[in-house]
């Protein structure tokens, strides 16, 4: 995994925080207690949840002081982790597989479930009329090893064309991938739904499919915490985890607000964000339990997906105890 500078500046900075300004074992009643939450990517509408949480004093009233930082990939955001540079994570659901190598980050509640957020996205005017059209394409994803990589070669395997049927791209940032598109170099890129309905309202892209039903068991999304965190104050996790489960039923609760709110974070039109909305809020976990069949598939496809070189046994993918929720 490689780190740009502006990235290394931003671990280096979070990590100093973390060495000097945060104690596990700080008393709420005293001090709030400085946790760093780091987003693997910034397009995804349950990460800014964070920073609505933290707007609306949710992680406040649990004697959190929360800070949140973006990432670009569950490989950067769990490089950051195994730095010591943020003791919370959002990230994908195979993103749990790096905790089998040996990373400190450790999945302790499932975020959101099959994957109806992701997308797949086609020029508008372009020569990919059907999903069977991708076969022998290049389709763009984040980073290797990510969901969108995952969720790509998942989708070329149904078709009967294996794991490799497609031409897996990673390219980074969505203006990379969509640039790539314009040129011809992709057929198409694998996208949250915001980032595809914000190209279908802007006149460029047209919706190809989603992944909701292609994968009814699946955990899109997971929250890792560091082991020291974990060792040092497990209560602390715990009250993070409320504050984050009072977030996501507000989220619920109030739609426009959230809209609104989320639209501002994600810098899309309203729009855009409310279209979105019934597909997030339809996947989004209200208590953090895991689905064992969910497991399941994510522990199968790590091999695939080269995060790992074996399949792991589930116990080392997720520490129980911390999910269901309760508040």
Do not use: C
Not at 266 to 291: Q, T
């Amino acid at each position: 995994m490689t780190i740009d500078r502006r990235q290394a500046l931003l671990g280096a900075a979070a990590a100093a925080a973390l060495s000097s300004a945060v104690s596990f074992n700080a008393s709420p009643a005293l001090a709030a207690d400085k946790l760093i939450i780091g987003k693997s990517i910034g397009s995804s509408f349950p990460f800014s949840g964070a920073d609505l949480g933290k707007a609306k004093g949710m992680f406040a009233a649990e004697g959190i002081d929360a800070e949140v930082v973006v990432f670009r990939g569950d490989g950067q955001m769990q490089q950051a982790m195994a730095a010591g540079a943020i003791h919370i994570g959002f990230g994908s659901g195979p993103g749990m597989g790096y905790a089998a190598k040996g990373v400190p980050g450790i999945a302790v509640a499932a975020m959101a479930s099959e994957p109806r957020n992701m997308s797949l996205v086609v020029m508008k005017d372009g020569p990919i009329k059907t999903v069977d059209d991708l076969k022998g394409k290049r389709v763009g994803v984040t980073t290797a090893g990510s969901l969108t990589d995952w969720l790509t070669r998942k989708l070329s395997d149904s078709k009967g064309w294996g794991p490799e049927g497609i031409e897996v791209t990673p390219m980074g940032e969505m203006r990379t991938r969509l640039a790539a598109m314009k040129s011809g170099e992709l057929a198409g890129s694998v996208n949250s739904i915001q980032e595809t309905w914000n190209l279908v309202e802007n006149g460029e892209g047209r919706l190809l499919a989603t992944f909701g039903d292609a994968v009814p068991h699946f955990h899109t999304h997971a929250i890792f915490a560091h082991r020291k965190l974990i060792a040092e104050n497990p209560e602390l996790v715990r009250r993070f985890l409320r504050a984050w489960f009072k977030t996501a039923a507000y989220m619920r609760d109030n739609r426009a607000d959230t809209v609104k709110f989320i639209a501002a974070t994600m810098k899309l039109p309203e729009s855009v964000v409310d279209r979105s909305y019934d597909y997030e809020m339809k996947m989004l976990s209200f208590d953090g339990a895991f689905d064992p069949e969910a497991i399941e598939v994510i522990r199968l496809s790590l091999k695939d997906l080269g995060i790992l070189d074996r399949i792991p046994e589930a116990k080392e993918l997720y520490l129980p105890g911390f999910a269901p929720v309760k508040f």
